[in-house]
């Protein structure tokens, strides 16, 4: 599973250590996060997007959905 958190944090400027120290996490639990090799929990998800600044959850969709109804295929 990928996630668009690379494209947003580099079009936002920020590296992944500091996006992990604004949030409170390890470097590397927010590189798994961002590689999708693990899913954050709600409140680091919602504290990652708050970095971003970014209001919806698109940051977490499967990228590799086919097209169609993604809700069915999550």
């Not at 250590?17 to 798994?32: L, M, P």
């Not at 590799?64 to 999550?74: D, E, H, I, S, Y």
């Given at each position: 599973?990928?996630?668009?958190?690379?494209k947003?944090?580099?079009?936002a400027?920020?590296?992944?250590?500091?996006?992990?120290?604004?949030?409170?996490?390890?470097?590397?639990?927010?590189?798994?996060?961002?590689?999708?090799?693990?899913n954050?929990?709600?409140?680091?998800?919602?504290?990652?997007?708050?970095?971003?600044?970014?209001?919806?959850?698109?940051i977490?969709?499967n990228?590799?959905?086919?097209?169609?109804?993604?809700?069915?295929?999550?």
């Open positions: 599973m990928r996630y668009y958190l690379k947003i944090r580099k079009q400027g920020l590296t992944q250590a500091e996006i992990a120290k604004k949030v409170g996490i390890a470097r590397t639990s927010y590189t798994n996060i961002e590689l999708g090799i693990k954050p929990s709600f409140n680091v998800a919602t504290k990652i997007k708050k970095v971003l600044g970014v209001n919806n959850d698109d977490f969709l990228i590799n959905v086919p097209k169609g109804n993604a809700k069915q295929q999550l």
